[in-house]
């Protein structure tokens, strides 16, 4: 099976009913295996295989039902698609313009109260036919396109109501200009609405018109981040400096970049320095110190020096490309809570379509006087009104300003179902080194055995000769020491790395062993007379591994890694918004008390193995808490992935975004409590939304059906539901956006 995951934008949708049309049809085609159709951003996420199934028969299968998808996803034709919708916006302004003029000449010469000011030639019946054509068959003509395929294949949507109420004002209102006589057996006043017909149709489309505009704002973040980046770049080629587009840069390219320049690509310096400011990427405000060796993120600013650099990540693979995919991706999918939505659209066109036919029987059947103009008139109102424009713009609109919102503040919401389980977190697990830590330690402390004749510079060595083929942060503080002293490295055999314990290997024939008390009980090592030093040494919260040589111990070093800036003022939100706060850390208990009590943690999981975090995470789970575990996204991913949400700090790699729910790219603890508030206001605004999207159907249509009439001699006119129906969706937008303006660090 060779699956696929694809992207596509999708012309020609309106409401919630036109994304359960869409994903029917996709997940109908042998062998489509899911089908994601967002409203928000007008794009379908397609997992297809392609030996069953090509991106012309996809395409075939939404012209069928009345859409269009667009199988060209390059730069190029986003450029063009971005014209085209400039240009369809222009248009849908003429129809609106147009249509209202019209329309409001008809309004003028036709309803009660107005029409005694009008001029007589706007009063003829003729007339009103002739200016309700252009409105009823060019603006309206969108209507048309969508709503006859899709009854065609017997779906329906918010076209279809609209096309249904519009056509059936219209021909009541042309069969009374030309033929009233058909109605002087009825008593009926012959009277057209061709009023209602246009204004509709000109509201519908004002509607769409502030919609669209609104919409775009909703994506303003994925703007911001697209024109961060570099538009040329300065290489080195055949010893001269030539400035290329940004495009034509190449893997393995010598980069130069001078004081005040946007850096092009990601790379790593070669010679040079200067400091960098990252806070376009990290959020973080100062800039960043960067020397031969540095990584560099492309799109951030270069400040006062001039540096060459090796180009190690070009297009889709820099940093800031996969920043943006990854806000792309969570903006186009769907919130669990969405389904709610869509599983009621999906019943809803047909079930309103039912009820605007028993609103024509019921008022043609019991009404008492003027039947047939009641049952039209509460039919009409019924179709309109009841377009669920809003329900399908209630979930997305909220998830793109939350998720792009985070993006700008450094926090990467993967997917919105991350984004919807966040705001229920009660338990936050915080990895310690790397995490609440800076990652990287410092020796502190060098004690020989009281009972050795060896120089705390031979202990040093071995240690440090051992630890150079060893990766973790301990160690190359370890060989960071050692290379400061000027020590040389002894050559090791039989390396071998122990998790959670230290490390072993031979050198000059002698067995070596490095690491915590447990290598040594595990090794039965007696260490009596270092037991000591390393108490008093692991209540300073430093970090102590024993060398032993031949299974005796020869002395120990002590490393500490100092706390991260915003670790304590982090965990202190947490607390004050009353969420449990836990550390679990490799560390003796005594270390990791230390350390834990110097930040409010009450609660710490000592002498956990990298293996044995994720059963940890799980018994959290079984006491019926929803945890978010916080990691450095590399060692720490079987945790992340066995949370309810995974936090990775951002450390510029793949891996850290791959892993986690949620990424931290700032690496400010601080954003921690930001994403959950970020996910509680959003999730807020998203059950706004939802309320007032059926609480407008619920309210309003009965009230279209007429129920208020017997009682209250109160009728609603089609002109006003149609304007309420664009108001809706209006409002829903409207209020997804007031989450840009909200400030989520308030606690």
Same mark, same amino acid.
């Given at each position: ?82 014209? /085209?919708?400039?240009?369809? $916006?222009?248009? +849908?302004?003429? *129809?609106? #313009?147009?249509?209202?003029?019209? &329309?409001?000449? %008809? ?112 994506? /303003?973040?994925?703007?911001? $981040?697209?024109? +961060?980046?570099? *538009?040329? #770049?300065?290489?080195?080629?055949? &010893?001269?400096? %030539? ?230 942060p301990l160690a190359q503080a370890i060989v960071t020491k050692a290379q400061s002293e000027k020590l040389s490295f002894e050559k090791v055999q039989g390396f071998k790395a122990i998790a959670g314990h230290g490390i072993e290997g031979t050198i000059n024939k002698d067995k070596i062993f490095f690491g915590n008390i447990r290598l040594m009980e595990k090794e039965k090592i007696e260490i009596k007379n270092l037991l000591k030093d390393i108490e008093n040494l692991e209540n300073e919260g430093k970090t102590v591994m024993i060398l032993a040589v031949n299974k005796k111990p020869q002395g120990l070093i002590a490393v500490l890694d ?186």
């Amino acid at each position: 099976m060779t699956e696929t995951k694809k992207t596509f934008a999708i012309k020609g949708m309106h409401c919630a009913s036109c994304v359960n049309v869409l994903e029917r049809t996709f997940k109908k085609v042998e062998g489509v295996s899911d089908a994601n159709v967002n409203l928000a951003t007008e794009q379908a996420t397609i997992s297809f295989d392609t030996k069953k199934v090509d991106e012309k028969k996809l395409a075939k299968a939404v012209s069928g039902v009345g859409y269009e998808m667009v199988m060209d996803n390059s730069d190029t034709n986003h450029d063009h698609m971005k014209m /085209e919708k400039k240009e369809e $916006l222009k248009k +849908l302004r003429n *129809k609106v #313009a147009l249509s209202l003029f019209l &329309g409001g000449l %008809i309004v003028w010469g036709s309803f009660p109260g107005l029409v005694a000011t009008s001029p007589k030639f706007l009063q003829n019946f003729f007339l009103q036919f002739l200016l309700s054509l252009p409105v009823q068959f060019w603006a309206g003509l969108e209507f048309y396109k969508a709503a006859i395929p899709a009854l065609r294949h017997r779906t329906a949507n918010m076209d279809t109501l609209v096309a249904l109420g519009t056509t059936v004002a219209f021909i009541y209102s042309a069969v009374v200009t030309f033929f009233p006589q058909v109605f002087g057996a009825t008593k009926i006043e012959p009277m057209p609405y061709f009023d209602v017909s246009t204004i509709i149709i000109g509201l519908i489309l004002l509607g769409r018109l502030l919609e669209a505009r609104a919409k775009a704002g909703t994506s /303003e973040a994925i703007k911001k $981040l697209m024109g +961060l980046s570099a *538009k040329t #770049a300065r290489v080195v080629r055949n &010893g001269k400096e %030539i400035d290329i587009p940004m495009e034509e840069v190449l893997i393995g390219d010598i980069i130069r970049v001078r004081p005040g320049e946007k850096i092009p690509v990601d790379g790593v310096i070669l010679e040079g320095e200067s400091s960098v400011d990252e806070s376009m990427i990290t959020g973080e405000s100062i800039p960043v110190a960067k020397v031969a060796k540095d990584f560099v993120i492309g799109a951030t600013i270069n400040k006062n020096g001039s540096f060459l650099y090796k180009a190690t990540k070009v297009g889709s693979e820099t940093m800031l490309a996969q920043i943006i995919k990854l806000v792309t991706d969570a903006q186009g999918s769907k919130a669990p809570i969405q389904r709610v939505a869509d599983l009621i659209s999906s019943y809803f066109v047909p079930i309103v379509i039912m009820l605007a036919i028993a609103t024509f029987v019921v008022w043609y059947d019991l009404g008492t006087s003027n039947v047939l103009t009641f049952a039209l008139l509460s039919t009409v109102s019924v179709l309109i009104i009841a377009c669920p424009c809003a329900m399908g713009l209630a979930t997305p609109t909220a998830i793109m300003v939350g998720t792009g919102k985070g993006a700008q503040n450094g926090i990467l919401i993967k997917d919105a179902k991350s984004l919807e389980i966040a705001h229920k977190i009660n338990t936050v697990v915080f990895d310690k080194t790397g995490t609440l830590t800076n990652g990287k330690p410092e020796v502190t402390d060098i004690i020989v055995a009281k009972d050795q004749r060896l120089k705390t510079k031979d202990l040093l060595q071995l240690a440090a000769s051992l630890e150079k083929v060893s990766e973790h942060p301990l160690a190359q503080a370890i060989v960071t020491k050692a290379q400061s002293e000027k020590l040389s490295f002894e050559k090791v055999q039989g390396f071998k790395a122990i998790a959670g314990h230290g490390i072993e290997g031979t050198i000059n024939k002698d067995k070596i062993f490095f690491g915590n008390i447990r290598l040594m009980e595990k090794e039965k090592i007696e260490i009596k007379n270092l037991l000591k030093d390393i108490e008093n040494l692991e209540n300073e919260g430093k970090t102590v591994m024993i060398l032993a040589v031949n299974k005796k111990p020869q002395g120990l070093i002590a490393v500490l890694d100092t706390v991260k800036d915003s670790a304590k003022e982090g965990i202190a939100n947490l607390l004050k918004m009353g969420i449990e706060v836990v550390m679990i850390t490799g560390d003796n208990q005594t270390t990791a008390n230390a350390i834990a009590k110097s930040l409010g943690i009450t609660k710490v999981l000592a002498q956990v193995l990298p293996q044995d975090k994720e059963a940890e995470i799980k018994k959290i789970q079984k006491e019926g808490k929803i945890v978010a575990m916080v990691g450095d996204g590399i060692n720490d991913a079987p945790a992340l992935a066995s949370s309810d949400v995974g936090i990775a700090m951002g450390s510029g790699t793949d891996v850290a975004i791959e892993t986690s729910d949620i990424t931290l790219i700032n690496k400010d603890l601080g954003s921690v409590s930001f994403a959950i508030n970020l996910s509680k206001k959003t999730m807020r605004t998203i059950k706004m939304n939802l309320f007032w999207a059926f609480g407008y159907n619920i309210v309003l249509i009965p009230v279209a059906m007429g129920i208020l009439y017997p009682v209250f001699h109160v009728l609603l006119n089609p002109i006003f539901a149609s304007a309420a129906m664009a108001l809706s969706s209006i409002s829903v937008v409207t209020n997804s956006l007031t989450l840009k303006r909200t400030n989520i660090t308030k606690i």
